[in-house]
């Protein structure tokens, strides 16, 4: 009987062991850290046996693989020596999808991955498609491959994820864009993070699709750097293309194969420039998948907006409070500054990723009255905008970062939290922070 070791417990490696243990392997789980006990119950549950608080050499290095979770860096010593010892490390993705014969639409990039493999997932259930929704969003990807069965998946994938894939093979992959961003798990090598991203594409066939934005300079950069053989489907808001989707007027138009459809801008549920890229992949997929077009504009135009992502939460007296807690970077920052029609009180901070709040200077002398920064250390903020916005104040908590907020704001305007950093100073996750806020923004 192999033995497979999982390495973290929480969602991803908890669904690996859980469909290691199905598949009859000798599996054991280790986690440096505290498992939440939702997790452990379930380990328990599946009589799978585990530890936490620490890694017990012995019972890891007897493995004959290693399942490794996506928070977890290669650097640890314990990764480093499972792998000076020879053994083979993969990421919960790569492992699932050997047992998995169900067509995979899978989707990765800096920004809008969430956004547009949650419309593909709207689409796909629109259809009347059987298929499941995983990866780095909802439910592990091995646990729903362990426990029930789909004719398709959607799957987010993070650039964690895809560091450790040999053999996984999309049906369609997508990457909607590429900014710098989680640099310093790639060695602060712009270049580490974009070939991670691209690992996405490594196993495409001629009958598979590749969906890719081809107004990204990094993207386009690096296609030529690749051998693909699949079917090459771009999306562009500046040129014509002779296949894929691209922005005509107030309308996008798509040529997929010998058809062509048309999108009317004003007929789609999300708006910003943004959310036009987002729209154009799920279309591309969905045309890739066989879906119907009036299937594709009918979803289009009833999705709603995921939670945590330019979230409206309410308006009091005038003034629409949005919850952006999951923008963790400047790029998401910039497209959630980019799509306000209002003048815009900011909430921004958090643990910095290596900012570079340059590339906002224009957006914010546009669009910005007041920023209200919620962190520990603010400094970099305040010098890169102090002299932009004088109006700007100090917050240690979401609840003093909504009032602060509020004094600044009149009618008509915007309080946008979008924090452009991680969430780890003062909250749990960006969950955590998204939903403090709402929670002290009802109790204005």
Not at 67 to 81: A, C, L, N, R, Y
Not at 117 to 138: D, F, K, R
């Given at each position: 009987?192999?033995r ?23 599996v ?19 009589d ?7 890694h ?20 640890v010593?314990m990764?480093q ?5 020879g053994?083979k490390v ?13 067509k ?21 259930q ?11 969003i909802?439910?592990?990807y091995a ?9 398709y998946?959607v799957?987010?994938i993070?650039s ?58 990094i ?5 030529d750097k ?10 562009s ?13 107030e ?5 997929y ?8 801008l ?7 420039k ?22 594709i ?15 409206p ?20 920052a ?10 815009v ?11 570079d ?16 920064c919620?962190?520990v250390?603010?400094?970099?903020i ?7 916005v004088?109006n700007?104040?100090d917050a240690l ?5 909504v ?17 452009c950093?991680?969430s ?7 969950e ?13």
């Amino acid at each position: 009987m192999s033995r497979v070791v999982v390495l973290g417990g929480a969602e991803s490696g908890v669904g690996a062991a859980v469909l290691a243990k199905v598949k009859g392997y000798d599996v054991f789980l280790s986690d440096k850290g505290q498992i939440k006990d939702n997790y452990a119950d379930m380990l328990r549950k599946w009589d799978i046996p585990f530890e936490q608080g620490q890694h017990t050499e012995n019972l890891i290095l007897n493995a004959d693989e290693v399942v490794k979770s996506p928070g977890i860096p290669g650097t640890v010593p314990m990764v480093q020596k499972i792998r000076e010892k020879g053994i083979k490390v993969v990421s919960e993705i790569e492992f699932a999808s050997r047992f998995d014969s169900a067509k995979k639409i899978c989707i990765t990039g800096s920004n809008g991955k969430t956004t547009t493999t949650s419309l593909i997932y709207h689409l796909m259930q629109n259809a009347g498609l059987n298929v499941g929704l995983g990866g780095n969003i909802g439910k592990s990807y091995a646990y729903q491959v362990a426990t029930e069965h789909f004719d398709y998946y959607v799957l987010e994938i993070s650039s964690f994820q895809l560091d450790d894939i040999y053999d996984f093979r999309p049906d369609i992959a997508i990457i909607t864009n590429i900014t710098p961003d989680h640099l310093d798990r790639y060695d602060h090598n712009i270049e580490n993070y974009v070939a991670a991203k691209f690992n996405i594409t490594r196993n495409l066939g001629p009958d598979d699709c590749f969906i890719f934005d081809s107004d990204d300079a990094i993207t386009i950069g690096h296609l030529d750097k690749i051998v693909l053989r699949c079917k090459m489907l771009p999306f562009s808001q500046e040129k014509e293309l002779e296949q894929g989707a691209f922005l005509q007027g107030e309308k996008i138009h798509i040529r997929y194969e010998k058809e062509e459809t048309d999108l009317f801008l004003q007929e789609l549920a999300l708006g910003g420039k943004h959310n036009i890229y987002n729209s154009m992949a799920a279309a591309l997929a969905a045309k890739a998948a066989g879906i119907e077009n009036e299937v594709i504009r009918k979803s289009l135009a009833t999705f709603k907006p995921i939670e945590h992502r330019l979230e409206p939460v309410l308006s009091i007296k005038d003034v629409l409070y949005i919850n952006d807690s999951k923008a963790t970077n400047i790029d998401s920052a910039w497209y959630a500054l980019e799509c306000q029609k209002r003048p815009v009180v900011w909430i921004l901070g958090g643990t910095d990723k290596g900012n570079d709040y340059s590339i906002l200077e224009g957006l914010v002398r546009e669009k910005v009255k007041g920023i209200v920064c919620l962190g520990v250390d603010n400094a970099k903020i305040h010098a890169a905008f102090g002299k932009i916005v004088p109006n700007m104040v100090d917050a240690l908590s979401a609840d003093e970062a909504v009032k602060k907020a509020a004094a600044m704001a009149e009618a008509g305007d915007v309080v946008l939290l979008s924090p452009c950093c991680a969430s780890f100073d003062l909250f749990k996750n960006y969950e955590d922070r998204g939903e403090q806020f709402k929670a002290a923004v009802r109790k204005l």
